[in-house]
């Protein structure tokens, strides 16, 4: 550090000093500095060095600027729900500074050359860093080959449809197809693993839901565990790389930890709101928790948990995927599956660790959470020489934290556009106090709680490499 410091001879922009600096690792007492938006050096306790501002995290924790691989933004064409100014602020308020955009707008993003527009679109309004992962037509998968890294490293499939998804892959040859096209193209596959001729089979032979009481039954665990089963089969035929979405079973934590235990290039994701909510809770609420997949009961989501905690599972995400309200009130036949998330889901799942896992230190909790949110997202999207880590020369993304402080969240600290949490009342553990993204505040709360300030919007598109088939466990 002094010898940057000596060559530069100014001080760095910023020092952050008496924080506890978590990695996935475990947590170090410390502090850190800031010069050009990069992480300058770490800092030991009693280290002070010269700095144009200085912030005393009071002995909080402090981690790295969390990924969200998993959000709706709604943009293009869907911005009624969603846009990017709105959703860029709940994501920091919830300690994300970076996030990783679906495919499924109006019009779905398919092409590198549609990336390059949809940067456009966004640029200017994101508080938050941004990738895009790509969608994929089943009948011509051949765009893929000419997909180059800077515009993306991964692919959505959809294997069941819903409101926003309407463009499923049902052919077995054209999936056959889109898994051997991914693989040769090096691009990492995303999947919806529910099956959406056991959802059409159920529908015809016992009616549409027409109360949330049943809706779990209407989209049930055999669905996802018939995809998850036909994912394996083509990955070991083809060695595409495979990352499964909202995984809400435990059979399909069960095969997919299998899989990879097996060699595949496998991993998956669970949801907060899959650790956060039952069924029970979805016949209660209503459209909420409408989701797809759908809200399981009690044995699932003990499961789901175990996974976590026993590093099954690979990363954590949102699946912000914000409706109005108006769109939820209709028949729940016809209410659209998804809730918003991304301001949610840092601070909920901390909330649940407490619960689910008393015996572990804070430190212990905090550091799964930045392996589920920081490091595991970084190198799964090819974001780790940038991302993910309190690293010297990575970019200055960090999230100071009050993990004992305890808070409700109030109707009117939602910053999603669509005005409503599926969490609204929740008494949380754990607080965002402020969020930096390459060194500037971008979220800071004041002392008392009450007053939120955010910063400049002028999040980047980031370029990536192709990543490595690294399976992060
Ligand atoms: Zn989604």
Redesign the pocket.
Known sequence: MSELRELREQPYDLVVTGVRLVSGDGVVTGGLAVSGGRIACLLGPNERPPARRTLDGGGRHLLPGLIDS???FRTPGLTHKEDWAHASRAAVAGGITTVVD?P?TVPPLRTGEEAHRKAELVDGTSLVDYRFHLGVAGEDPSPLREVGAREATSV?VFLAGHHT?PHVVRDPVQLEKVFRTAAEAGLRLLL?AEDDGVFSLLDEWRGAPSGYAEYERHRPRSGAIVAVARVLELVRRHGTSVHV??ASTAEEADLLTAGAHAGLPVTFEVTPHHLSFTAEDTSRVGARTRLSPAIRYRPDQDRLWQAVLAHEVATL?S???PHTRAEKLRAPADAPP?LPGVQEMFPAVHTGLRRRAPMDSPDAQLSCLVRLLAEHPAELFGLDERKGRLRPGLDADFVLFDADERWMLEPDAIRSKCGWSAYEGWTMTGRVRQTFRRGVSVYRLDELGHDVEFGTPDGRWLDARRPADVEPR
Do not use: Y
């Open positions: 998993h959000v709706h679906m499924n959505k998804a919806h979405l909202h995400g699946d912000h995927a998804g």
